[in-house]
């Protein structure tokens, strides 16, 4: 099957390890991977900003790229629940049918990464070796809007070497919340101490994730802090393996 | 017209406030120990229902058809309160419900009242107003009243004072109270408020509720508590003022039965409140002679009229979500600026008052969900902040700086060449601040985000670039 990968553009500009992990883990499933290079943003952080009218134009690009694709990927769960959540409400506030059509074909084809693994495919064992202690932080997006429930943990299971640690008050929200980190920063500040401490008492090596957002918010606070402790995406884990491949 | 939500219109945005509490070490430990201990409660006596969503879900749909038929509810209300020899009055704003409360005490030639669960007094500034006109107020709720005693404000929608530990709450009862000593055991500062409020009870004449629920087929107020005093107030004095915001109403006395399960459990992680007081207008021989009920507007119609919004006036005031916002949870209840406060508060506020002030609340909040995940309404509390996130960008009220930088990444991202393009600039920009990968210090705005925590640089090669290279056969 193919499967067309939407990157996101932070994951694009940042990120681009876990693009390359996707493609790889993926790819070692048998899979045929596409990156369409029109792709651009969802509109995520225009839309939960309050810029709507900047979203509108990001949605139709979103929509135009991807319109014939098989299956899209995405390694973001919260540029997934922006697509679940809310392209339905713009394409019925834009009055267009043709648009709202085009958002109710495309829905069922739009898979966060754990999502595509385990519900699609149902594999939770991608032949992964990672002899590291890990926990996860299972970010809001993915918990509350995509409800991913244990799909991460089973995938993590799945990793051969690997220990992994629960983490306390693990559904509290990292603080990151998009612009939220910048227009309430001190109040973000706050949360994010908290769920740096909670990490650290795990004593895990690695915070992993379905989130580079909240990854880099924390991983930043742990990296200032030179806790010892390093954040990576999901994705990443699942694509090392005992060959010891680097992206 | 002019609606009045406390002092919300003069209060400091939301950032500013919320800088200043997160100083507060002790108010922030009563806070986490109070919301944990809460929802504690909440969560085992939610778990144990079975048909807890469903529920919530005949909650949601009672009052949003109430709200859709409101006009009807409320003249069933009123005509059925009057038959019973209640007295209805209506109320546009703050100040016509305040001239009515004083007008009827002032007819008895009173100078004092109790109250009892009233945040909706607080919301139209009442207290004031009865003593600018010479009516001595006493709040008789234990946590309304460590509220009016320690000169402060309500800090939460169900438990006023939770931002107040034992050893302060034996301060001010001290001091106000005039005791000399006074132990700090709860039933020690317990006995206390009951010998200050006893006595109240016994000689005010008239008292002034609020109110949790309102049939409309029946007339019927009803008030659920812990403490009894609500009890006292409503059936002691000789003259009952009922505060009742117009989206309290439910349609039949039947639709208790599902409100009285979601109310206690979510609110305060009962299974059901210790005192449930139901009454309709007036007996012979029982409780008050003289029943007036006040039913409030102060902007809520406003609210009705919004079509993406309106579900907010489903809220049932439990107080769940404020319990479960991590945001609330690191501030406390003092930063909304409002008598409410919290993610409800974040949206109600800014509505009452027509998106005229209170613009900072909405942005209030990381969007994590938790609050729409207890509602036991279930409001859509993240959906509603970023419609009304976007009410406050279109109306033209978004700060410049941000604006300039919306418009500018919107344009570079609708198309992929400026996008490549932006990318590419970006790792030039951050050439000054960038240090192995990492930036530690960044200006502006920018510096709220590496005050606390380093930044990922820009890597070399965008995923897109890799992808490219390794389609033209360049990297395996």
């Not at chain 2, 344009?411 to 030039?428: C, D, H, I, M, Y």
Request: proline fraction near 4%; include cysteine; hydrophobic fraction near 40%.
């Amino acid at each position: 099957m193919l499967v067309s990968l939407f990157i996101t553009c932070y994951n694009d500009t940042l990120f681009p390890n876990t693009g390359k992990a996707v493609v790889r883990v993926l790819e070692r499933l048998g899979h045929a991977v596409e990156f369409r290079e029109a792709q651009t943003c969802c509109g995520q952080m225009h839309y939960n900003t309050g810029y709507r009218r900047e979203a509108i134009p990001l949605m139709h690009h979103f929509l135009d790229v991807f319109q014939d694709a098989e299956i899209i990927c995405i390694p973001s769960s919260s540029c997934v629940a922006m697509i679940r959540d809310h392209y339905l409400k713009m394409a019925a506030a834009s009055g267009d049918s043709a648009v709202q059509d085009q958002v109710e074909k495309l829905l069922p084809r739009v898979f966060e990464f754990s999502e595509l693994l385990v519900d699609k495919f149902h594999v939770t064992d991608v032949g992964a070796f990672f002899p590291h202690t890990v926990t996860l932080h299972p970010s809001c997006h993915s918990l509350r809007s995509l409800q991913v429930g244990d799909k991460p943990v089973q995938l993590l299971r799945g990793v051969r070497g690997l220990t992994l640690i629960d983490l306390p008050e693990a559904a509290e929200c990292c603080g990151f919340g998009g612009t939220f980190a910048i227009k309430n920063a001190e109040v973000s500040a706050a949360m994010l101490s908290e769920k740096t401490r909670c990490i650290l008492d795990t004593g895990a090596e690695i915070c992993t994730a379905l989130d580079n957002s909240c990854l880099m918010h924390i991983g930043g606070a742990l990296s200032r802090q030179l806790a010892g402790v390093r954040c990576l995406h999901l994705a990443e884990i699942l694509a090392s393996s005992e060959k010891g491949e680097v992206l | 017209m002019s609606v009045r939500v406390g002092e919300a219109a003069r209060a400091p945005d939301f950032p500013r406030a919320a800088q200043h509490l997160l100083g507060n070490t002790q108010l922030r430990h009563n806070v986490r120990q109070a919301t944990n201990v809460i929802r504690r409660k909440r969560a085992s006596v939610v778990e144990e229902l079975p048909d807890w969503q469903a529920l919530r879900e005949a909650g949601r749909q009672i009052k949003q058809h109430t709200l859709r038929h409101l006009d009807f509810y409320l003249e069933q209300f009123e005509l059925a309160c009057t038959r019973a020899g209640g007295h209805v009055h209506w109320a546009r704003d703050a100040d016509e419900a305040n001239q009515i409360v004083i007008s009827l005490i002032q007819a008895r030639h009173a100078a004092e009242v109790i109250k009892v669960k009233t945040m909706t007094s607080d919301e139209i500034g009442l207290n004031a107003a009865l003593e600018a006109a010479g009516i001595t107020p006493y709040e008789t709720d234990l946590a309304d009243l460590i509220v009016q005693l320690g000169e402060d404000r309500p800090s939460h929608i169900v438990v006023p004072a939770l931002h107040r530990n034992k050893l302060e709450i034996r301060q001010i009862f001290m001091e106000k109270m005039g005791l000399s000593d006074l132990g700090d055991r709860p039933e020690d500062l317990t006995n206390a408020a009951r010998r200050y409020l006893r006595e109240k009870f016994l000689r005010v004449s008239v008292a002034i509720s609020g109110a949790n629920l309102a049939v409309a087929d029946t007339g019927s107020v009803c008030i659920v508590e812990s403490e009894g005093n609500g009890r006292m107030c409503v059936s002691l004095p000789e003259m009952l003022i009922t505060l009742i915001g117009i989206e309290k109403m439910i349609p039949t006395f039947q639709d208790l039965e599902v409100f009285l399960q979601l109310l206690p459990r979510s609110a305060t992680g009962e299974r059901m409140n210790p005192y449930n007081s139901i009454w309709t207008g007036v007996t012979p021989d029982d409780g008050p002679r003289e029943f007036h009920v006040i039913l409030l507007d102060n902007g809520r119609t406003s609210v009705l009229s919004q079509q993406e919004s309106r579900d907010t006036l489903n809220c049932i005031r439990c107080g769940a979500c404020l319990n479960a916002c991590p945001v609330y949870r690191q501030t406390g209840g003092h930063a909304y600026g409002s008598v409410y406060a919290g993610p409800i508060g974040a949206i109600l506020t800014p509505q009452l008052q027509s998106m005229e002030h209170s613009q900072s609340l909405p942005y209030a909040s990381s969007l994590c969900g938790a609050c729409y995940e207890v509602c036991p309404v279930k409001i859509n509390i993240p959906e509603i902040l970023i419609d009304l996130r976007g009410e406050v960008v279109e109306r033209g009220d978004a700060p410049f700086s941000e604006r300039a930088v919306m418009k500018a990444a919107a344009f570079a991202l609708e198309k992929p060449g400026r996008f490549s393009a932006a990318q590419a600039l970006a790792r030039v920009a951050q050439v000054p601040f960038e240090r192995d990968g990492v930036i530690r210090h960044l200006p502006g705005q920018l510096g709220g985000w590496t005050a606390v925590r380093d930044l990922t640089a820009v890597p070399k090669r965008s995923f897109r670039q890799w992808w490219r290279e390794r389609t033209r056969g360049n990297l395996a």
